[in-house]
């Protein structure tokens, strides 16, 4: 049983997460007036990078994004199987790692500048997500996703600002303008693929799964704090996610890329006051 | 005599016999031999007493204690010298004041006090004597082979390598004695000697930065001396003993924290804690094996391992309260000031400067759940660090510098090193090695028992180190420039401690569920006379095994894939002006430059100056709250 849970995790999670990056770019492009491609068009694209000829500039860079995606697989298998959100978030971490790591094993400068940024980015955010797990343990006394989704009220009620704060950084998480320095998916960025510039062909493919893992892992824990021991509620959970996904589409359309400064101020920022009043509020009434 | 003095004297005498030895290569073998002995001395102890402790006292303690006495006076007599000597007249005043109030004590007060047990081996001094006995003899053994290449790439410094090794082992006796001692003024007596020890290491090469920084390290910790002196003093006229475990057992109320914050005071002096952290950072002068030393096994280690035991009285109160936000104003401003070091020493002092606030941190918040991690803590941050200091150490051999700007070329040269140093890095901060582990349990005791400060702290602090670690790592796999380096041999005196240590690194992650189940809980069980409970839930632990296993795996894995894998190689993108090598590009008007990448330090951001003044002043504003409540709480 446990087996199959895992095995239909690790097929659908990145078909989801795949379709939903359709949906993105057939929005994105309505948004810009234009028709936009398929929904099917990123597997389409992934199907077409595995059948390109994969060049390297060294033999060991390519070890890190499949190294990458393992991780982001065995994290989307702990946090759907209801498992401990906190180990879940630092696989996750240890699979965003290995990604940088790539990135300055290619030694190219423009993957270089990437990792770098990335590097940034994920220092921004990180506070963010381990005070969204805080807050959740919290609200529940559990790490565990299973006994905070069965919980009598949903987290939202008690992390409303923690919720804020989580959306912010997730602008960083999903790759979204205006937070996304390291690499963009569009390659006019000035440090042109950014992190990926000396990828292609399978590795790039896997990094592109890599990320509809990533999007799906963001959006469960947009999730968690929704769902709770009522059925319908699951509902709502999933309602919650696309809105939620569908905000970051238009911020992603609507803001310019910021500097460095910027994001790490503001996501400090963010982070420091809404993260920290909330749970500091809700010591005081526990 | 049985196996436990055996233990504390060896490395004494083994001091002695190595600093009369003046034949190189006669020395280097007993220093070998003596490093192989400490080591298995420790296992044998350890095996002995591990299951059922021992606590015992000395026939002729009268004796000892006349014997300490005589050691006292005469090493008081060379600091007060040496003091006047370099014109460090603080030195003098504090050695001058510490050593009168002991021996007024000694002769006028002490009479009556009957010490009933000298010497405690408990599970927590069993793993102490652990992390020392193994952690501090690799790196006397590592020394051997350092310090041959130091003499020879350093020859402008007088060679005193006798005097060098006998500290080392000096160091070793004073801390087995250190964690064995429940007298009181035994444990001072032995806190003292690692403070001597730390100085003449730390001015080994007698350069004159060496002897600045000496002097700071001696009178940041004789400072703490005269706070531990005076709790002894206290101590010993209030409650009439002199044994720790006694006064441990104590209730917590306003009188009995004045001592205790005294010997707060004292551990956070030894253990670096800001604003008394300067001193560590000096200590980097010193050949590295003094480093390695004072970072993982000794030293900065007696301070936390002072507050464990002083635990159970400061939980919940001011006292422990105010140690606590020291702690944490010290684990967040150096892993946000580590950022901007490139210097790999700098670093790693940053990093453990951070990570013995943390051990702070949890030590006193007092549960038993952030006990746990306060000790695994200790055991998995002596053997990273340890490690990381040596392989440092051995880079610098071998590339000529220590700074990471320049270790990109280290895979190049030694593959092997880098490996290693890469373990040792992912063990300070990855999941699924031991800090992680650690932290993890312990942001799970703060948030229980309501720390929410700490926790937050935690949470920023977490994310500075990632970044500076990662940093790091990205260099050391980036293998630039590889073409202009040739490669080096390891010497095998080098080689094996790091090779034993990179292993010890991987080991403890897997073996940390046997630590906890018997050591620790038995431990915490017994000081708190409730049942401890097991912090990491049982899947949890499995699941990061898988996680350990697929990081040992993974690689293997794909080893031979790139044997029969006919993948083109391409030129790495320099917008279309690579000249082909990788090393360089077309520049203007027809010039080739060298390609030359650079990490971010941030320095507008995380720059030290400014970072150090504000939280030097923070901490120092803490401890005179500190006092201010312990004088509030007495009227």
Known sequence: MTLLITLAIVILTPLAGGLLTGLDRIITARMQGRQGPPLLQPFYDVIKLMNKESMQVNTMHRFFVYAALVFAVFTAVILLSGGDILLAIFALTLGSVFFVLGGYASNSPYSTIGSERELLQIMAYEP????????????????????????????????????????????????????????????????????????SGKDLAVIEVTHWYEVIISLALVYVFFAFAMPLSHLFAVMACLIVYFFEIIIDNSEARVKWQQALNSAWIVTGVLGTVNLIILSYFR | MNAISLLILFPFVAALIIFITKNDNVRNVMVRLSAVITAILTLAVVFLYFNDGITYTYSHETAIDACIMVIEILVAAYIISAGIKNKKYLVSIFSFMQTTLILWFEFTQKNGIEVGTGIVFDKLSAIMVLVVGIVGSLICLYAVGYMKWYHIH????????????????????????????????????????????????????????????????????????????????????KYDTLELSAFIAMKPGAIVMIPVFLLALAALTKSAQLPFSSWLLGAMVAPTPTSALLHSATMVKAGVYLIIRLAPLLGDSSVGRIVTLVGGVTFLACSLMAISQSDAKKILAYSTIANLGLIVICASVGTQESLWAAILLIIFHAVSKSLLFISVGSAEHQIGSRDVENMDVLLGVSKKLAFFMLIGIAGMFLAPFGMLISKWVAMKAFIDSDNIVTVIILAYGSAATLFYWTKWMGKLVSKANAKDQTKHKFHLDEELPIIILAILVVVSCFGFPLVSKYALIPYLTAVFGKDAIYPINAGDVKLMLYMLSMLIILPIGFIPIHRWDKRRIAPIYMAGENTGDNESFHGAIGTTRKVELRNWYMESYFGIKRLSFWSDIIAVAILVVGVILLIGGLT
Not at chain 1, 155 to 168: H, K, N, Q, R, T
Not at chain 2, 169 to 197: I, K, R
């Open chain 2, 154 to 237: 350093h020859s402008n410094y007088k060679d005193r390598k006798s005097f060098f090794f006998a500290i080392l082992f000096l160091f070793l006796s004073a801390m087995f004695g250190l964690v064995l001692s429940n007298n009181l003024t035994w444990l001072y007596f032995c806190w003292e000697l690692t403070t001597l020890c730390s100085f003449l290491l730390i001015g080994y090469t007698q350069t004159k930065e060496a002897n600045n920084n000496a002097f700071r390290a001696l009178v940041i910790n004789l400072g703490g001396g005269i706070a531990f002196a005076a709790a002894i003093v206290f101590i010993g006229m």
């Open chain 1, 128 to 199: 963010m997500v381990l005070l969204t797990c805080v807050g959740l343990y919290y609200t529940n006394s559990s790490f565990f996703i299973r006994d905070i989704i069965s919980s009598k009220l949903p987290a939202i009620i008690y992390l409303p600002g923690v919720f804020i704060g989580l959306v912010f950084i997730l602008t960083f998480k999903l790759r979204k303008s205006p937070f996304d320095l390291s690499m963009s998916h569009h390659g006019h960025q000035e440090i042109v693929k950014g992190i990926t510039t000396e990828y």
